[in-house]
């Protein structure tokens, strides 16, 4: 009451005074209280780290930290395609924990450096090519198997040993707990990996030092997917080595150095009764040194839970960046699965002190920036890159180490793998990526950008030469020539912008005329882009729906899903089939023909609706290509359709190989209701959204809020949208908009608004 009695004997001036300061007051302590209720906020209890590994989704399962150069977790027995990450949810056997694994990728490599631990094993005694781990893998049950971000532990059924692990940027530790009365070993074999492939050569050389009773150092060299992969580690046990021995290995006079150009195996035994053994483990592409600075910089004392601990709060920093909100749990969780697997690779490939070993094979050091590895660019640059632009604080990093390998390689990479160029699919899509960054406001310095692309023109292989001189790519002198040239007029195009904001107005002018590229491709007769021969005509057989895996046209797929990979200039694509009727009748009867594929056709081409395949990238922003002529509503159908057929909150759940991201990138973007069709001009087309609320932590330290109305599975056509509380018409938003901070508000229905986004005036141009 005396509050009461204060506030009547003040006059009208300070009472309206009290007033705002009692306002401001509450806005206080709700911003707080919100704050502090959002940093308490577990995001890794969201994350089911499972989704994807059984199917084709080949994703790493396992302990790591956001980005980290270690990915520890298990390697099955059995090797295939579908083991490319080491781990397939169909397998029940463990031959021992890998301290580096690939996500979602279609070739497998690294599942390097194991460790198994082990009770009364005796090493086998033949010296033939039996692959070892046939004598000392186990079983596991699913049900005694734990994973979540940060942390994995199993039972080895055949030893009675729990394993946990954890791990930090460039290190892991790992617990073993033996049974009581039972001899305690280790296994280390550095012969094994994640590859398969009998065409790779697999470990060239390796090589085990004992240093001391408890430390032991090393390396393996490879030839695989990367054809000069070279890591190296120190290990330090927790309790001392009793003895060691050595198989496929030549064993110096002190038995403390063993080498091998099939892979060194060795079994170090402890005390019985060992109870919980530690073994800490640090890595490195440069040095044995490096390994050594890395574990005793990040793990310096043998608290494994105290690791955990900081494994599971770096990975929720990381997954608070956005702080989902839906009314149905599994698209929570599937949203933050999702989240969490964009975020294992690009993976940190420099040490503590900053060295890293280049693409030339020297070693540099950059002590300013980390170095990253693992970039799947063909998949990645579609969404996972303009993903990273809103929310990620190392883009011009994962920049930087691109135009770094340019000058190292001395061409802008096209799928680099721990300091290799393999190669892998078509395109050059470092390109886009880095031009996007730039045009974006990142930190990176335009002379060195410019000098690395500038020149793109003047490459000469895989289809690049012929292009230059031809026009094209002719189908009867390169293999997958009608892939290859709609992917390079995208990296044309990207050079167009960068030479356009760079006011370069010859380069401009010669890049925006290749970005054009994809017209001859174009067989107006059929309506689908066709190989062209070096005579000039198309190929004399055509059938749209035949696909040969590695032998035709197309990449991965054939000319139904590629005729719409054009997605720099969709404008262009639809004058080539004669306007908007004819190009919306070709698009609809995508989704409505026969879903069936020729014996011999890539098994990437998954996730089928008609012939559009979302089970790969190619196919990506196809389902967003109707607000460019009116008919957004459509998207939005399709969009939910996908999101509901094709993501499973279940180990089979991903309909294709998630591919460092980009299958997570997409659902992603589709859950916020709107994607990057084009992923280098900064605009965002919507779908339909899946949150029912979203706020983003931006990267530039402001907040972006996404509502959705009236959200439900029913309710997923956009009625109309307001952007900071003013009514927005558009089919799209634009990066600025987004970055600028503020609140995107979606009002849903059951039935299409056709008048929403139907006005092609509000669209921007496509092309530079």
Sequence with gaps: MKYIFLYTKLGLKNRCFAILCLLFALAFFSCSNEQERQSSKDYTSFVDPLIGSGGHGHVFVGASVPHGMVQVGPNNLTKGWDWCSGYHDSDSTIIGFAQTHLSGTGIADLGDILFMPTTNFTMPKQADSARYANYYYS???????????????????????????????????????????????????????????????????????????????????????????????????????????????????????????????????????????????????????????????????????????????????????????????????????????????????????????????????????????????????????????????????????????????????????????????????????????????????????????????????????????????????????????????????????????????????????????????????????????????????????????LEDDYVEGNAWQYTWLVPHDVEGLIALFGGKSKFVSKLDSLFTVSSSLNEGASVDITGMIGQFAHGNEPSHHISYLYPFVGQQWKTAEKVREVCDKFYKATPDGLIGNEDCGQMSAWYIFSALGFYPVNPVNGVFVFGSPLADEVEVKLNNGKLFQIMAHNNSPQNKFIQSIKLNDKPYTKSYITYEQIMAGGKLSYVMGKKPNYSFGENKADWPISNP
């Excluded at 420099?350 to 998949?379: C, E, P």
Aim: hydrophobic share 35%; glycine share 6%; net charge positive.
């Design 139 to 549: 079983t596991f049950n699913k049900k005694n198997q734990k994973v979540s971000p940060g942390y994995y532990s199993v039972d080895l059924d055949r030893y009675g040993i729990k394993v946990e692990l954890t791990a930090t940027k460039r290190c892991s530790i790992q617990k073993y707990v033996y049974p009581k009365g039972k001899a305690s070993s280790v296994i280390v074999d550095l012969a094994e990996s994640a590859q398969s492939l009998v065409a790779r050569k697999g470990t060239i050389s390796s090589s085990l030092t004992i240093l001391n009773d408890s430390t032991i150092a090393g390396f393996r060299s490879s030839d695989e997917w990367a054809s000069n992969h070279k890591v190296y580690f120190v290990s330090v046990f927790s309790k001392p080595i009793l003895n060691a021995s050595f198989a496929k290995s030549k064993v110096d006079a002190s038995g403390k150095v063993a080498n091998s150009t099939e892979g060194v195996l060795a079994l170090f035994n402890f005390e019985k009764n060992n109870g919980s053994l530690l073994v800490k483990t640090g890595i490195s592409y440069v040095s044995a040194h490096g390994a050594a600075q890395n574990l005793k910089s990040e793990i310096p004392h043998w608290n494994f839970d105290q690791i955990k601990t900081a494994a599971v709060a770096n990975w929720n920093n990381s997954l608070s960046s956005y702080d989902f909100k839906s009314s149905d749990s599994l698209t929570t969780v599937k949203f933050y699965t999702a989240l969490y697997h964009t975020q294992i690779a690009p993976s940190t490939f420099s040490d503590v002190d900053g060295s890293y070993r280049g693409a030339d094979g020297k070693i540099y050091s950059n002590k300013t920036r980390t170095t990253y590895s693992v970039f799947s660019l063909w998949d990645t640059y579609r969404a996972v890159h303009p993903l990273y632009t809103l929310t990620d604080t190392a883009v011009s990093s994962y920049v930087n180490t691109l135009i770094n390998i340019n000058t190292q390689q001395k061409r802008m990479p096209v799928w680099h793998l721990v300091g290799n160029e393999t190669d892998c699919m078509v395109g050059v899509h470092s390109i886009p990526v880095v031009v996007d960054a730039y045009l974006k406001g990142f930190d990176v310095d335009k002379d060195l950008l410019w000098n690395a692309v500038k020149d793109f023109d003047k490459y000469n292989q895989n289809g690049l030469k012929e292009l230059r001189e031809v026009g094209y790519i002719p189908a009867d002198k390169e293999p997958w020539s009608v892939a290859k040239g709609l992917e390079y007029a995208i990296d044309h195009y990207a050079v167009a912008k960068l030479a356009n904001k760079l006011n370069y107005t010859a380069d401009y002018e010669k890049y925006a005329r290749l970005a054009k590229g994809y017209n001859a491709y174009f067989d107006k007769q059929t309506g689908f882009m066709r190989g062209k021969l070096a005579n000039g005509k198309s190929r004399a057989t055509f059938n749209p729906y035949h696909s040969v895996h």
